[in-house]
């Protein structure tokens, strides 16, 4: 199994290979963070709470809007390699496991979405000292980490499953941007921990860096909908027939 | 007009309309949350608020909209390999016409709901008087033509890049500055920065009282030139397109 899934990961690997797709997850948080740390020296009177203003400048549009669907763009780029001609062919005849072959594609989506979450705490560290911040950096930076992670990883489930289902390149991207819309209803009437677009930014803690979540539910309700979406995706591709293009 | 129908026959049971309008619902979804129950001084201003809250909501969704409209409108063609196929039939120019004309449809259809929709929310919630159709009417002709540039934008990027992620990133970077660049200056001459330029209405949040006074804008000649700009890009983007995609080898 272990081997299996090792060449499943290599063969994605290639796939993916001189591909710029990660330019995506470079530019986008560079942006949010240039213009937050500016927005945020220019209001240095009212954003008083240091690292904490920071960090809500430069996450809050980024996770609610942004982020699912760049993770999005992601997803329906791995599944377009096998939507396009007939790869689709050569996809479902590999001596591997569908299961695996799934595992394969959702390792290199998590793997983007965590390099992708460590550059935007890069860029917060580096802009904070940019700014001026002395204090020291906030000790809760590696449970935001962490948490956002697990809803990246949620978000990467979902996307996986509409960009198998919907061959159209565009729509799981748009519904990954109305999902993050929405996000930010469900959030602030309070069933963020039910909805997995709000996930993510519930445990970046975009909206307050404050907040006080249940950590535990978080994690029990990420592994469910990860559980439930994994599920579903390698389930399709068992029973439906996917024809070629 | 026959690549006109011909565009429309190819896009048939793609369901295009079907994922406008369920991206435009989502538009209307916040518009109903936002304000829902709103009170007196709410209702007097309700009908200038409405011309503050459709162009922020636009910015932030319509790039990415135009994007998906733009990518789907292609990708028939990149999946197909149709292009030299097509250009042996008819001039690259007139399929190039057709793909604006047919995207220029979808977008009139998107903009025409999106302000029946905020009229009959108005009078729904029971906004004070009537809308001021003059700034309506403008609200709408800059909506439409904001819309139209930025479709210009991804129609072109979609034709030339086969990897459709590049025009879906250029879109929802797009989004993204649009939207910072709204909380620095109430005017942008960016082509993603024309929903913010041609808003009809400000607002003016006083820290102390915490009271939010809604106004009709007047332009300055600098916001002026960022108005005509959207125009300027609408000229610019459909020359580059026209050029480039006549060019584009198939």
Redesign the interface.
Known sequence: MRTSYMRAVKAESLKLKR?P?W??FF??PL??AF??T??YKLNTG?LKSEWYSLWSQHTL??CY??MP??IG?YC??LW?LEH?RHNWNSFLTTPLPVSVLYLGKLTQAVRVSILGNLWIFLLFYVCGRFAGIQSHFPEEALEWFLCGTLGAVVVCCVQLLLSLVIR????P???A??GG??GL?MTTHGYGMHYPYSLYCLGMRANNPNMEIRISTLIVNSVGFMVVFAALSVFYLRRHEITA? | MITLRTEFKKIKRKKIGLTMCALIGVQFAWLLWSGSRPNESERLQGWIEMLHSLPLISVIMMPTIMSVLASRLADVEHKGNTYKLLHTLRRPGALYHAKVACGTLFILAISIAQFLFIIALGYARGYAGHPDWNYYAAAFALNLACCLSLYLLQLLLSMLFFNQMIPLVAGLGGSMLGLILMYIKMYSFLPWGGFLSAAQAAMDWNPETRIVRFYYREFSPVELCAVAMIFVWIVGFYTAGRILFARKEA
């Open positions: 591909s797709v330019l995506a530019a986008l942006i949010s213009f937050g500016m927005n009212v549009f980024l809007f942004f669907a760049l763009t329906s780029y377009r396009t159209s390149f565009a729509i991207i748009g519904i941007l109305a819309i929405l209803y293009n």
